[in-house]
């Protein structure tokens, strides 16, 4: 089905013709639509059309009200006024409304436009390092990058992932070594690592990573021999190589066991991370040099700017190969910018990293440009994303100053939910155990992730499981309810089903939540071009509160009310159940049946 024009692109299209015919000299002009307390909406374009051709603003005003029709049957705008200035107040028809979310509640993607010659986004996301434990450092990557995959796929765009894990550098000949002379480190209990949980894999990794690490720091003739390893696995040495794949698949038990702890599909075909890009490296620097993008400083491949400099004064280059031969951090990520573009076709390059790496993505992104890989229909973007702080407003920390791993994180908040649906149920909800602890998953993994997305990327957030698993306030439990809620107005509707009633009059929490349902697409629209999925969950939580009001003063299922009346506000239910479903869906969040 075609997408639905919503009424806001309507109105604006009609006070836009309607200003260039009294106005033909001024070419196409923007009314400067928004929406407004004192009507639905309100367009501000007059003033400064009218300024800008030295005309009266009100008299401008009232041409553009004298070419719009209003109040006749079938029209969009049921009345339009000119107030103050030379402000246009528009209050769109009941008729219109429910006519425009009949032709939504028709389509199955909710009348939200798919755009099928999108383009090819490669999303940079969820970016683990092998042989290491998750901690809360990597919450934000995987959400935020794997709520932008579903809003950029549902709007028409190709999207590739990329988990950029980290695989390679020096530490792993440490590991390494250390399995050497102690071969049955990563054994499991049952002998077969691919039957292993998650939580074995993090416990061997984690056993063998500090027993090595002590044995580095304590004993010189072994730190001699991790540093050989280095070399051997760098050279490609068989038998290295093999105990290095044995790290890499025992940490990916473990990644996947934790992704799916998040409700979240990553894939192994996706994850590639530094060792994909070993065979580019030479080459990336060879190109880089001869082009005269980097050049030697010091023994090491430099590339310079003029904006980035230390507090000495001094220049801050990239170093893309170090003096002594090693290539760093820079050469890896610019020779998966060339795989990337050249090879998987992405227009777009859109990376999910901390913004305490905004600068080395900014020295990249330009190198890149320089060297002709990057340009004017391939770009690179840094989705850059704040800290996770404790409830002091600090990095969060356990008591003992640690880092707070991830998945205990997500088991206390399964735990607290679960705790909150088991208080709230009762005979009248009657859910069962089964349903308490399916519902308990379901509400605290979606705290963790809407505590996240409702925040702007780029700001810090505090976290906290009180205020997450609430059901008062902007939480995804709220919205969670509120779908609940809905579900069971309708089961209780019985044999009454939704039903559009363009005809009928709507109260004004009618008309409230009807408005707001209508912009669904549009909010979608800003929240994919914008890489700003936090106004996705603001305009769930905005339809959410207009329910409530809604449902507080328009009675839904009752005798009293003429069988139309009922069928219409079930059917205003049923479209914001649907809506809110969708919604959350492309947040990477559930929506419970019953709660």
């Known amino acids: 089905m075609a997408s639905v024009t919503s009424l806001a692109a309507t109105v604006n299209q009609r006070v836009a013709d309607a200003l260039s015919a009294a106005l033909p000299e001024a070419g196409v ?15 501000n374009g007059m003033l400064a059309l009218a300024k800008k051709l030295k005309g009266n603003p009100r008299e401008l005003a009232a041409q553009v009200v004298a070419g719009i029709p209003t109040g006749e049957s079938g029209a969009a705008i049921k009345e339009i006024e000119v107030s103050g200035p030379g402000f246009l107040n528009i209050t769109v028809a009941d008729e219109a409304i429910i006519r425009n979310l009949a032709e939504r509640a028709a389509d199955a993607r909710l009348g939200v436009p798919y755009a099928a010659d999108g383009g090819t986004t490669v999303i940079d996301y969820a970016q ?31 999207v590739i992932r990329r988990h950029h894990i980290g695989d390679w550098g ?34 061997n990794l984690n056993r063998l990573y500090k027993a090595s690490r002590a044995l580095f720091d304590s004993d010189e003739e072994f730190k001699e021999r991790a540093r050989r390893r280095v070399v051997e696995l760098q050279a490609g040495d068989e038998e290295t190589l093999a105990l290095w794949r044995r790290f890499v698949d025992e940490s990916k038990i473990y990644f996947y066991s934790v992704f799916n702890k998040l409700d979240m599909e990553i894939r192994d075909p996706d994850i590639v991370g530094e060792s994909g890009y070993n065979d580019m490296l030479e080459e990336t620097c ?22 980035v400099k230390g507090p000495d004064g001094n220049p801050v280059p990239l170093i893309v190969k170090k003096s002594n031969g090693g290539y760093g951090y820079a050469a890896t990520d610019l020779s998966a910018i060339r795989d990337r573009v050249q090879n998987l076709g992405a227009d777009t390059l859109l990376y999910v990293v901390d913004v305490r790496q905004s600068l080395h993505f900014k020295m990249v992104f330009e190198t890149a440009r320089r060297a002709g890989w990057l340009n ?26 640690e880092t707070v791993r991830l998945v205990d994180l997500l088991d206390e908040a399964i735990e607290r ?3 909150v649906v088991r208080e709230k149920n009762n005979e009248k909800i009657a859910l069962t155990e089964e349903e308490i602890v399916e519902n308990g998953v379901q509400i605290g993994i979606g705290a963790v992730k809407y505590a996240d997305l409702s925040t702007s990327a780029g700001r810090d957030y505090k976290f906290d499981l009180d205020q997450m698993v609430s059901l008062n306030g902007d939480t995804s439990v709220y919205l969670q309810y509120a779908y609940a809620r809905i579900r069971s107005i309708i089961r209780r509707a019985g044999e009454t089903r939704p039903a559009a009633h363009p005809e009928l009059e709507l109260a004004p929490a009618e008309r409230a ?34 329910f409530t009001t809604f449902y507080d003063q328009c009675q839904v299922v ?12 079930l059917f205003l239910c049923d479209l914001t159940a649907r809506t809110l479903h969708q919604g959350m869906a492309l947040l990477g969040i559930r929506t419970p049946e019953r709660l």
């Open 286 to 307: 060879r190109l880089l040099e001869e082009s005269g993008v980097a050049v030697r400083s010091e023994g090491a491949l430099c590339v310079f700017f003029e904006d």
């Open 128 to 158: 683990p390092n092998v042989a290491k434990e998750m901690h809360v450092g990597h919450l934000r990557s995987a959400v935020i990058g794997a709520a932008m995959v579903e809003i950029l796929e549902f709007t028409g765009e190709k």
């Open 558 to 569: 009752s005798e009293d009310n003429p069988v139309e009346v009922v069928e219409n506000r």
């Open 29 to 43: 002009a923007d009314p400067l639509l928004r929406r407004s307390d004192r009507a639905d909406f309100q367009a």
């Open 170 to 203: 020096t530490q792993f000949g440490m590991l390494i070594q250390y399995l050497v002379e102690h071969p049955h480190e990563l054994d499991h209990k049952d002998g077969a690592s691919t039957d292993a949980s998650g939580e074995e894999a993090a416990s």
């Open 417 to 419: 939910a679960t705790a």
């Open 376 to 401: 004017d229909k391939t770009d690179a973007v840094q989705l850059a994303f704040g800290t996770v702080l404790g409830k002091d407003g600090k990095p969060f920390k356990t008591r003992e100053g």
């Open 513 to 546: 939540l009807g408005l707001h349902l209508d912009q669904f697409g549009e909010t979608l629209a800003e929240a994919a071009e914008s890489y700003e999925p936090h106004k996705l969950a603001a305009y769930l939580y905005g339809l959410a509160s207009l």
